[in-house]
């Protein structure tokens, strides 16, 4: 088992709430009122905002054809009331960053939020593992996952 289905799995198996979300803060996309110029600055930033501990994974990817690094918050043995609070504050952390949206994964769904409306976008379960993706993917320690969405 590698990191990612280490990771990922965890959250499928966990009797609390474990739950994951994934931010770029490079590229924004809109007018951003932060601006993070490293991913240790970023995960600082989002420590103090989210009010929460996590554990932090670097990705490197490619969305839309246009490559970024983002990062993986992995949350764990949190109550689901903390998990809706910690996706709202999230969504306003990648507003403030200029992102279009955020990524989270939980035992039940995973789900793409528009940080400019708050809405829900998109909706899946699960992840899949990719050997040569040349779009829409994520990879941590060489090994290339996306998360299974509905559009």
């Known amino acids: 088992m590698n ?3 280490s990771i990922l799995s965890r959250v499928e198996s966990s009797p609390m709430t474990s739950l994951i979300v994934f931010m770029s803060w490079q590229a924004p996309r809109h007018e951003s009122t932060l601006h993070c110029a490293s991913f240790e600055t970023f995960v600082s930033l989002a ?3 989210l009010q929460s501990d996590f554990t932090a994974h670097k990705l490197n990817g490619v969305y839309g054809g246009v490559a970024e690094e983002s990062c993986m918050m992995q949350f764990d043995n949190i109550n689901q009331l903390d998990a809706l609070n910690l996706i709202e504050d999230a969504i306003l952390l990648g507003k403030d960053l200029g992102q279009d949206s955020i990524l989270t994964s939980s035992v ?9 409306s708050g809405h829900v976008d998109a909706v899946g379960q699960g992840y899949q593992l990719l050997e040569n993706p040349a779009d829409n993917y994520s990879e941590l320690n060489g090994v290339k996952f996306s998360l299974n969405l509905e559009f």
């Not at 039940?108 to 400019?116: G, P």
């Open 47 to 49: 420590k103090s905002r």
């Open 108 to 116: 039940k769904s995973s789900r793409l939020y528009s940080c400019q």
């Open 3 to 5: 990191q990612v289905q």
